[in-house]
């Protein structure tokens, strides 16, 4: 088992370019989110998926787009990216089942847009 | 709303000794209670929970926490620390009554330390 996987693990932007991370889960999992984190501020949640077809924001989902393409993945989107969107994203997923469920992380993706 | 405080950014301590990380919470209900550690460069690791009954949980890697309900907190603890406990350690809280809707929230992290 692989757990959570995300791609890539380092990305440089530019300011208005656009970009999407990707994550993967092989634990079959119904839950996913996506986090960043940044210095003195902890996680936050940008969105999460429920379950497959389903996604909803979370506390700062300005700038940011998802899909849950299939059970295993969830992408998220800068559309144009911006400085203030430089930090380290974290994908993560739990069984969904009951509101007990720990969350599993990936190793995470660090931006730095310019 | 539910939210969590981690009142020290960084904690110091002599290995050896013992350690405590301390984290307070706010929710509307009970709450579901979450230690995850992070070491640099890498992703959160989940330590332990607590979900109901005995306030003592138990952990990965020896640590421990205490729940209690009337001081609002959830302090992770460990007997006698080793230099490679020193990581980022997160709190993290949900709301009992937002079952189907698992959002965590996580604190700012605590820097753990620990000086040979």
């Known amino acids: 088992n692989a757990g959570v996987t995300q791609t890539p693990k380092f990305q440089v932007l530019k300011t208005g370019q656009s970009m999407t991370l990707q994550c993967a889960q092989d634990m079959n999992h119904n839950s996913m989110y996506w986090y960043r984190q940044d210095p003195g501020m902890g996680l936050r949640l940008i969105y999460y998926?429920?379950?497959?077809?389903?996604?909803d924001k979370g506390e700062v989902p300005n700038g940011y787009n998802v899909s849950r393409l299939n059970k295993r993945e969830f992408s998220l989107r800068l559309e144009s990216a911006a400085p203030s969107q430089t930090s380290v994203y974290f994908c993560?997923?739990?069984?969904?089942?009951?509101?007990?469920?720990?969350?599993?992380f990936g190793p995470g993706t660090r931006l730095t847009v310019l | 709303a539910q939210s969590v405080a981690q009142p020290e950014d960084q904690v110091n301590v002599a290995e050896g000794n013992p350690l405590t990380v301390k984290c307070t919470y706010s929710?509307?209900?009970?709450?579901?209670l979450f230690w995850y550690v992070q070491y640099p460069n890498r992703g959160l690791q989940f330590l332990l929970k607590?979900?109901?009954?005995?306030?003592l949980v138990k952990g990965s890697y020896g640590f421990e926490a205490e729940f209690n309900k009337s001081q609002t907190s959830f302090h992770l603890k460990k007997p006698s620390a080793l230099v490679s406990d020193s990581a980022l350690y997160f709190c993290?809280?949900?709301?009992?009554?937002?079952?189907?809707?698992?959002?965590?929230?996580f604190g700012t992290g605590t820097r753990l330390t620990i000086i040979p």
């Open positions: 929710v509307s209900g009970n709450p579901y």
């Open positions: 993560a997923s739990s069984e969904g089942r009951t509101g007990t469920d720990t969350q599993y």
């Open positions: 998926s429920a379950s497959e077809g389903t996604t």
């Open positions: 993290a809280v949900r709301d009992i009554r937002s079952f189907g809707n698992e959002k965590l929230t």
């Open positions: 607590y979900i109901t009954g005995d306030n």
